[in-house]
């Protein structure tokens, strides 16, 4: 797999912006595997297709690609807040490749962000442009990349070395068994991996979760038997196979 960016592609074009963005969409389509099916190729969607960048045209997921050169840091620059809340509620957003370059134009780092990942917790909303703007009050948004759970981050490429092909798969695999079909079953699962992921030993006890309680109360406001709930999700992260049940209130986190 070729790291380097096609800057002949760039030529063409003025803007920065501009540039690595095609660079960027052409060095998938050229050297990515599909990360859900195995595919060997990813097609180019076109600049037409409002929501998604490219496509496996094996298992038909759909994809979109951001990019920053250096380190990803703390939030990624989205487009429109309501789309992309209007996705997230419909589970119709496209599985996301997070690419950072370096100076020198080489993919340092490939991370793709199941679909399934998306709740509007992850998704924040920007201040309306200025009156004076082109676009006078659009309102866009930023995806908190810090948000996301660590299992949501399966890394294809990392410190410039690319992961076999069958591992990327099967690690997609595997983390498509925390899919949930409601936006508040997500969402609360979510939560409640972000607490588990909180914990610092591997080895953990009912009541570590317990004390998030209060924080994941004022997230769910409507709910009125937390505990129940965390108890809930830990019996589904243990059926899929993310934590183990050692004993009664015992828990161990599984890689």
Same mark, same amino acid.
């Given at each position: ?157 990392? =410190? ?9 798969? /099967?690690? %997609?695999?595997?983390?498509?068994? #925390? !899919?949930? @079909? ?14 588990? =992921? ?9 009541? /570590?979760? %317990?004390?998030?309680?209060?924080? #994941? !109360?004022? @997230? ?33 986190? #599984?890689?």
């Amino acid at each position: 797999m070729n790291l380097h960016f096609n800057e002949l592609l760039a030529k063409p074009y003025k803007s920065k912006s501009q540039k690595i963005r095609v660079m960027s969409e052409n060095w998938i389509t050229d050297n990515m595997f599909c990360p859900c099916c195995g595919n060997p190729h990813i097609t180019g969607l076109g600049n037409n297709s409002p929501v998604a960048d490219m496509q496996c045209d094996s298992c038909g997921e759909i994809f979109e690609l951001k990019s920053k050169e250096g380190n990803i840091g703390r939030k990624i620059t989205d487009g429109a807040y309501s789309t992309m809340i209007d996705r997230i509620t419909s589970i119709t957003n496209p599985e996301l490749f997070v690419m950072q370059y370096s100076k020198s134009l080489d993919v340092t780092e490939l991370t793709l962000i199941p679909k399934f990942f998306f709740v509007p917790d992850i998704i924040e909303k920007r201040k309306p442009l200025a009156r004076t703007a082109r676009r006078a009050g659009w309102v866009g948004c930023n995806i908190l990349y810090n948000n996301i759970p660590e299992q949501g981050k399966i890394s294809i490429i990392h =410190n410039g070395r690319v992961n076999h092909i069958e591992n990327v798969v /099967d690690n %997609y695999k595997h983390i498509k068994n #925390l !899919q949930r @079909k409601s936006l508040e079953s997500r969402g609360w699962l979510m939560d409640v991996l972000h607490c588990v =992921n909180s914990i610092k030993e591997n080895d953990f006890y009912l009541r /570590d979760v %317990y004390a998030f309680a209060e924080q #994941l !109360q004022s @997230k769910h406001i409507n709910n009125h038997n937390i505990e129940a709930k965390i108890r809930q999700q830990l019996q589904f992260l243990r059926d899929k196979g993310f934590i183990e049940f050692l004993e009664r209130g015992h828990y161990r986190k #599984l890689s």
